[in-house]
């Protein structure tokens, strides 16, 4: 009998505390650019670490994941690297109302594969990345969608570089990839942003475009119009002196006042 009133004892404490556990296991899920993945590796690591909630994290073009959102997929925060995308998400109603801000500014590099003879290229007005790029390809994400593309169409016609450059660009479906080609050593040349640069051992960084040469490079964050409550806490996160250490580290820019 005692047993008995034991084991009901065990198992009544075991679902009183159900909720509790659902709730400590409760998981968040993160659409944000591909530029972003070493550093938000780290930080959704020290943000389960201090509140016990699990972020599962996509990482795509920017262009790819709102309309992946706008579709229905299941995403609580959208992490673009562009302003467009973002308005876009606004205007679709995909992106809950007056939760978005600017969190993380980048620049945008010309690379070459570590081994490269390529060094100290002087970027402006003039400037032949065709020539330079000789017979082989320039990597760089889609000019037609992905941010990185869209920044480096916009300064290699600045600089008057695009109509020779057009015809020898590589256009990948996101950052990472254009970054892994030049990381092959299967294209002589990349532009991605120095953040991409940083964090792949076979490239090297052998020139920086001006910054008055294309938009500003800007990373807004906001929750989902279908984003779950927990999800206030993320974005409260970003916000903190953990979140700058973290992003600093990586090379981004912090763009908004850290809390403690």
Known sequence: MLSRRLAAICLFAALAGAPLTAHAQETL????????????????????????????????????????????????????????????????????????????????????????????????????????????????????????????????????????????????????AALALVGRGEVPLGIVYETDAKVEPNVKIVGAFPASSHPAIVYPVALTATAKPGAKKYLDFLRTATALVIFERYGFTYLVKAGP
Do not use: C, H
């Not at 972020?55 to 959208?78: C, H, N, R, V």
């Not at 290229?121 to 990597?139: C, E, H, S, T």
């Open 29 to 176: 899920t993160v659409f944000a650019a591909a530029s972003m993945k070493n550093a938000l590796d780290d930080l959704n690591k020290s943000f389960t670490e201090k509140t016990g909630i699990k972020i599962a994290a996509s990482y795509a073009a920017s262009s790819a994941l709102i309309k992946q959102i706008e579709a229905g997929a299941p995403a609580d925060i959208f992490i673009s690297a562009d302003l467009d995308w973002m308005t876009y998400g606004l205007d679709k109603k995909a992106i809950a109302l007056k939760s978005n801000f600017n969190l993380l500014g980048n620049r945008l590099v010309l690379i070459a594969p570590k081994d490269s003879k390529l060094s100290d290229v002087k970027i402006g007005p003039g400037f032949d990345i065709a020539a330079l790029a000789g017979d082989g390809r320039i990597a760089t994400g889609d000019v037609r969608a992905v941010p990185a593309g869209k920044y480096a169409k916009a300064a290699l016609e600045k600089l008057g570089a695009w109509a020779k450059a057009e015809p020898k660009m590589a256009m990948t479906e996101n950052v990472r």
